[in-house]
């Protein structure tokens, strides 16, 4: 009957797509959750970022009007004394610039000493905390929203103290800025559907963007993240839902000192999440519509292809099984797996029934031969060798009783397993491919290997493997026989170690070997004698020592050979010819060598090159001969004493500066000679300390003392005393340099420094003059130019705000470029400006931590762009003495610079540190930026010289020209090495002048 199928096969497919599409639907998902949340991360970066931006601009703002002030103090017609003058002046000021509604000036006891009009009179400035805090700290205070009076205007306060010489404020500059003004500047910045806030530290309003109507003046601490940012002086990031009911992400940004305040900037949510929820309909879609088509294709395929096949054959397995041995599956629709699984069947059905036929013919002949059998299982298990036999596969059939004696392994141990069990390691593959390919080639293979026993020891046999065919030709059976070999490798091996320690012995001796013979012919030369002589040791065996020395060294040999067995120990010396004719002095050390009966049987010597010792000995005489030349011949006078001060040394310069002859001099008590009668105990009392402890103040130093001639007249002399130990005792010596002559300069050195140290002091007193004018001459300058540009821009800024509408967009183009260039001026003045204050900047010396300074500018740079992602490696423990301010300033120039041409580096890196060359420390900025052409490096440390456009870098140019200058004023070098494309490197050094003599 035919078998049923199971009904749940179509079914378990259908679940499993299902399961399919689930999982890539759950991918799915998860894949939109990462690019709403990558979306989210990018969002929160930009909307930092634009946080971050805003404040830049208003502490801009701010910082122009703050350098307005600086420039109307600057003015040479600036005073409060005159109210009616101060009072034109301000109005002036505040006539030219629209963002000022009123200058003021109010004493320290809060009167109003002037102002440009009425708006400051009518308000208390004395009683507001920013007036308070500018008057005890002596420091610029702004940022503080304020009403007007009855006005519904409002203002920004700024307040400029002006100090006396003793650092105490005693005026305040007060001027209102306009707060419309800045709500102004900042109206066409704000991108559409995004909230720009500007609040004080009091939390209150002072730019709204857009509609800057309805906050204009209130408080904002109830807002969420406001208070949370001045508080906790760091960026806020959150969500939350503004006053028009959009919720938004919002980034808050305190404001850095001297303002006081939050910049806070929201972004709707709605713009991340549209572009995600999109992509979710689209893929949602798309796979419920491929899960239907693939439903009805496994529906259709299943019936055909599967389910019919299985029953056909199914049904003839059924069959087979009852007894119906010649049934077949028939031909199955298709050409698949089931078509092939099918013909496979149908063959195993063939090959079973032609087996069955076989079997019973095999065991009509083998009950003939069981009686050959059986004498040849005898013959197996006495032999002496080991015999295992193994199937055509070589799993192993069938071992000897001496197998498992060699082995270890029981019969059925190692029955039906490989003997590769057997291997121990020692022989690689390419050993084994060429065993089996004689055997599979030739039939037999036969050798020396080495094999493991059970226990894990190896050992050595003698193997031979033999193919057994049947008449076809085909192998049926692999028969090995081996033989232990482990005895005689040990024996060998013994043998070996021998000879090979005695050669070892012999060819390792520090000495050369020489082994004669009775025959006096050489047996052995080891190869240090061979390599003294200048011959193999085969050249050497079989020859006489008289043959390796000329006619008058043969002799000594001669003499020698006399003695040989009556005296057997001698030691000589003798030249022995090298083979390029040279003679070589050695030391012979002969021992005669007797056998058990006592008659000679070799001479052993030993060989040492003396050619070393006797060149050591010729050179201490010649060193000898030096010193004594030295000594005579030197511009210094050289004395020697032994331990009871008695001269033992009176060299040339000595007689012709003390006036005593040499041998008038050796051994006399130095003290009597040379020493001043004053200084005479003293000397006595040094040396005797320095005897009982070994310790001496003048020992190893060199001092200035007084000499005295054999006339009794001093002088003062340059003394340096060494001690010096040798076998026969200790002794002293002195060099004794007459120093007249530098005293007698030095006092004229000193008598020119203090009319240097005069000189100085005067053109220091010139110097500071004009750096003051110079400093008036900049401020002055800086007001001047500033004035135009500021008019520039504003004026642009209107004809943009009121004729837009009749300007064309090359117009408006030419009035961007007009208000770029003005704002490029600006910078370039600044600039300027930093680069005189470098010059007359007064340098204050001290240990700077240049890590911490370079840790505290990298710092600022990323705060500044949190979205950069740069690896800073700053080298911990660098210091220098040098002035703190300046060294500042060009470490920001340079680590700046690093900053700005390393931004279009995805993998950004910007290194300080240093390294020692010359004996002395050089420090670099090296970064993986933009590089440049080296052929430019010249132009690099001239003020305005740019290497890239601005278009691909901006800057003014001056940045380098600054460092130049403060590294210079340091008394240091800088360079600069870079490639295009790979980097840039600047080293500096900085050595500080020594400012007094």
Known sequence: MPIPLPSSLRTRVLVAISLLFALLFGAALILLAQVQRHEREQTLERTLDQAQAFATAYERVLGDQISLLNAVVALPDFGVRDAAQCRRLFASVVASHGSLLDLAAVDSEDRLLCAANDSAGGLDLGAHPLFRRALSTGRIALGDSLALGKETRRAVLLVRPLLDREGRAHTLLVALIDQDWLNRRFADTVPSGVVLRILDAEGVFIVRQPDPACCIGRSGLHLLGIREALAGNRPHIAESVWL???????????????????????????????????????????????????????????????????????????????????????????????????????????????????????????????????????????????????????????????????????????????????????????????????????????????????????????????????????????????????????????IRASEQWHRSMLDNAPEGVWIIGPDECTVEANAQLCELLGYSPEEMRGRKPT??????????????????????????????????????????????????????????AF???????????????????????????????????????????????????????????????????????????????????????????????????????????????????????????????????????????????????????????????????????????????????????????????????????????????????????????????????????????????????????????????????????????????????CDAGLMRSALANLLGNAWKYTSRREHARIEFGAEEKDGGRVYFVRDNGAGFDMKFAGKLFGAFQRLHSPAEFPGTGVGLAIVARIVRRHGGEIRAEAHPDEGATFRFTLRPPITTL
């Open 244 to 494: 028009d009911n959009v919720r938004r992400l919002q980034a808050d940004i305190p404001l850095k000192a001297p303002l006081a305040g939050v910049v806070s900037v929201g972004v709707p949510v709605a713009l991340i999440e549209t572009t995600a929820n999109r992509g979710l309909f689209y893929a949602t879609f798309a796979l419920l519509t491929l899960c239907l088509l693939l439903y009805l294709l496994v529906w259709a395929g299943t019936q055909r292809y599967i389910l019919r096949p299985m029953r056909v054959l199914a049904d003839t397995v059924h069959r087979v099984r009852g007894g119906e041995l010649g049934s077949r599956v028939p031909a199955l629709p298709g050409h698949g797996e089931f078509d092939m699984l099918g013909a496979d069947f149908n063959a195993m059905a063939d090959d079973l029934a032609r087996r069955q036929l076989k079997m019973e013919d095999d065991l009509r002949r083998l009950t003939g031969s069981e009686s050959q059998l059986k004498l040849a299982a005898s013959v197996f298990e006495q032999a002496n060798e080991a015999i295992t036999i193994t199937d055509e596969k070589a799993n192993i059939v069938a071992v000897s009783r001496r197998f498992t004696t060699i082995t270890g392994y029981r019969a059925d141990e190692v029955i039906g397993k490989n003997p590769r069990l057997l291997q121990s390691g020692r022989q690689d593959a390419a050993f084994y491919r060429a065993m089996w390919h004689a055997l599979t080639t030739d039939g037999h293979w036969g050798g020396e290997i080495w094999n493991r026993r059970k226990d894990g020891t190896t050992y050595p046999e003698w193997l031979s493997i033999s193919a057994v065919r049947d008449d076809s030709g085909r192998t049926t059976n692999y028969v090995a026989v081996f033989t232990d070999l482990t005895e005689r490798v040990a024996a060998e091996a013994a």
């Open 547 to 604: 043959d390796f020395t000329d006619e008058a060294n043969s002799g000594v040999f001669e003499l020698q050979k006399a003695r040989r067995w009556t005296q057997l120990k001698r030691v000589y010396e003798i030249d022995l010819r090298r083979r390029d004719g040279r003679n070589i002095p050695v030391q012979f050390s002969a021992i005669g060598l007797l056998d058990a009966a006592g008659s000679p049987m070799a001479v052993l």
């Open 607 to 881: 060989v040492t090159d003396l050619t070393q010792r006797r060149r050591d000995e010729q050179t201490l005489r010649e060193s000898e001969a030096r010193h004594r030349l030295i000594v005579d011949t030197a511009l210094d006078a050289v004395i020697s004493m032994d331990c009871e001060g008695c001269v033992t040394e009176w060299n040339g310069e000595a007689e012709r500066m003390f006036g005593y002859r040499r041998e008038a001099v050796l051994g006399r008590p130095i003290a009597e000679l040379i020493v001043p009668p004053r200084l005479r105990e003293a000397h006595r009392q040094g040396l005797k300390r320095y005897l009982a402890t070994g310790k001496g103040k003048v020992l190893g130093t060199r001092i200035e003392t007084t000499a005295m001639r054999s006339d009794g007249s001093e002088f003062p002399v340059d003394l340096a005393i060494a001690t010096v130990g040798d076998g026969s005792g200790l002794f002293f010596s002195a060099f004794v340099r007459d120093i007249t002559e530098r005293k007698r300069h030095e006092e004229e050195m000193r008598r020119h420094r203090q009319e240097l140290e005069l000189r100085v002091a005067e053109r220091t007193q010139a110097l500071q003059r004009a750096n003051r004018e110079l400093e008036a001459f900049s401020y002055s300058i800086s007001h001047d130019l500033r004035a135009p540009l500021r008019a520039i821009n504003g004026f642009s800024h209107l004809l943009e705000e009121d004729y837009a509408a009749s300007l064309d967009a090359t117009a408006r183009g030419y009035l961007a470029r007009v208000r770029a260039g003005s704002v490029k001026m600006g910078a370039l003045i600044d600039d300027l400006l930093e680069l005189s204050r470098v010059s007359r900047h007064e340098m204050k010396l001290e240990e700077v931590d240049l890590s911490a300074l370079a840790a505290e500018i990298a710092a600022e740079l990323t705060t500044g762009e949190p979205g950069r992602r740069v690896e800073w490696i700053i080298a911990p423990g660098l210091d220098a003495r």
